[in-house]
């Protein structure tokens, strides 16, 4: 079953009409982090010619934007303008809780491997 988590804004963001008191994230998926490398790569010039590098931080933003499924009453995901109206303590909270989250996912996932291969060794044995 998905992750979905609500994270209180101590300084409410105004999107349109909206005054914004709380942000609703759901667990990453590998779509969003192919989406967030592809949305944040550069061509640049190197010594060995032109190279797309990707940007470590928009990766991370591209990620956690897609992420979000509202802010308040409105839709997500959001673009990263919105992000950026959050205060730095609410996106600090809200990172913390998606790195919260990504945890739980891959405990879940060695768990269930684990499992796996538990049942896998008695079949065996």
Known sequence: MPLIETIPLTTPVTIGKNECHEIVLREATGGDVIEAQEESEKLVMTADGPQLVASPTLVGMGVLRRQVVKIGDVDGPVDLVTLKR??????????????????????????????MRGRTGEQDG
């Open 86 to 115: 959050l205060s730095v303590y609410d996106l600090n909270q809200v990172q913390l809780k998606a790195d919260a989250m990504d945890a739980a996912t891959e405990a879940e996932a060695l768990k269930a491997r684990t499992a």
